[in-house]
């Protein structure tokens, strides 16, 4: 079942909301609506699943709703219309009494500029949300003692919040939120006032608590490489609208539209991209199998000087290279077991591009992709990790690639020349 549901949600600000709704499902524009009718149409038809033990981020420009958007998901606010499911229970018409139950048990929620109480202590005001529910005091002092732990601030406990830096205040928050161990986290901006480096810190603590933890966690934020790094899946808001689901790489891949596309274009697409999207299937295999003379004769045939080997699972045994499988062949040998190179770096499908070039220097054959069976997925060749890496700052420029299809590879190890496309 997943963890949150949210079916054609609307949040009108105004009187006459629902008229307000109405109009816009009869195709009136936010900005008619705001003209005519003086309402604030501040979410439209949002409709989004996230699922259990996974981190959504809700990405957005400042005033495209993303706020309006997670308050109605713990209940703050009450759609115009449509619907929101906490593990298949309707948040919408829920009592009072059942709201508070599904806030203590399913959901807590982390605020940018959240409240500390100065006269408290570091382990009190992580306590806090235990105490409104009514926890006892040893309780709540050991969860929050624990959850203050998890979030790096052992040692801190009887400090008061004004001893702590802003990075380790947001971090007690992050703390109340996790004192209450609800299945579900609500992250509001929450990192958005924190300083660059100490921001990234924040980010990898809650990629590993994620990890520990497994939370369900849906992020707000307006920054779009906080939303590529934490998301498994990110939604796009634009002006109140969801305009686009996907995970980084198939939004960078393939933007919904002409405003996802200007939006991604200043971002670093090599540490987004992985090895899955620029890697190729190999020209041609060897069994483990197979002889100097059969590999010769796959290289000669398709023009290449490395050959990856397999085995008959498609594990990746090595390659061959073609000076030694000459060699092997003019002194008559009849198995590649000498020859077979077996030091040769492989990469996950998930490496991110940046990490790419790294193991590509060493070598120079071409990255062999392997799954987690150790079966060979693709094959990176350099001048393939080197166009990727032109494509990538040509895409962030604006720009769209220039190809002319009439490049014939020489295979690995020889970089094809495209021709110039002058408009
Ligand atoms: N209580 C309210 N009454 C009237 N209008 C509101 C209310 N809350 C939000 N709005 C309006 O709804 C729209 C969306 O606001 P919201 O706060 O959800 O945006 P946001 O994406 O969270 O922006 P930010 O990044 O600045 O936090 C804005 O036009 C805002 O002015
Ligand atoms: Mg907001």
Redesign the pocket.
């Given at each position: 079942m997943p963890a949150i549901e949210a079916e054609h949600l609307y949040?009108v600000?105004?009187r006459k909301a629902r008229e307000g709704v109405s109009r816009l499902q009869e195709g009136a524009t936010r900005e008619q609506l705001s003209k005519d009718d003086g309402l604030?149409a501040?979410?439209i038809d949002a409709s989004f699943t996230v699922n259990e033990g996974e981190i959504f981020v809700v990405m957005?420009?400042?005033?495209?709703?993303?706020?309006?958007?997670?308050?109605m998901v713990n209940g703050l606010?009450e759609p115009t219309a449509g619907k929101v499911k906490i593990y298949g229970q309707d948040v919408t018409d829920a009592s009072t009494k059942q709201l508070r139950a599904i806030r203590r048990e399913r959901v807590s929620m982390v605020f940018q500029h959240f409240a500390l109480f100065p006269h408290r202590t570091v382990t009190e005001n992580a306590a806090y949300g235990l105490e409104t529910q009514g926890v006892g005091k040893a309780e709540r002092h050991q969860r929050a003692v624990e959850a203050l732990e998890l979030c790096g601030l052992k040692g801190w406990e009887d400090r008061l919040p004004g001893q702590l830096s802003g990075g380790m205040q947001q971090r007690v928050g992050l703390a109340r939120a996790l004192a209450a161990d609800t299945d579900i986290l609500l992250m509001?901006?929450a990192f958005s006032a924190l300083d660059p480096l100490i921001r990234r810190g924040m980010q990898d603590q809650l990629i590993e608590l994620q990890h520990r933890l497994q939370k369900t966690i849906l992020f707000?934020t307006?920054d779009l490489n906080e939303a590529m790094r934490l998301g498994d899946r990110i939604a796009m808001?634009r002006d109140?609208r969801i305009v686009q689901i996907g995970t980084a790489e198939q939004i960078l891949n393939d933007p919904a539209n002409d405003y996802v596309a200007r939006f991604i274009q200043d971002v670093d697409r090599s540490r987004v991209l992985t090895a899955s999207s620029v890697m190729e299937p190999p020209v041609a295999l060897l069994g483990a199998e197979g002889g100097p003379r059969a590999a010769h004769k796959l290289m000669r045939e398709n023009q290449i000087d490395t050959l990856f080997v397999v085995d008959r699972d498609r594990r990746f045994r090595g390659v061959l290279r073609e000076p030694s499988v000459v060699r092997s062949l003019e002194s008559g040998r009849d198995t590649i077991d000498d020859i077979l190179q077996t030091d040769v770096p492989t990469v996950t499908s998930d490496t991110v591009v940046a990490d790419l070039f790294h193991d590509s220097a060493d070598t120079e054959v071409p990255l062999a992709v392997i799954d987690g069976d150790g079966r060979l997925t693709g094959v990176i060749p350099r001048v393939t990790l080197l166009a990727a890496l032109g494509d990538i700052s040509a895409k962030s420029n604006g720009h769209g690639d220039a190809e002319d299809g009439s490049l014939t590879s020489d295979g690995p190890g020889v970089k094809p020349k495209g021709k110039e496309v002058t408009a």
């Open positions: 949040k600000f105004g604030t501040a979410v957005g420009l400042s005033g495209s709703g993303k706020s309006t958007l997670i308050r606010f509001d901006e707000i307006h808001m109140g």
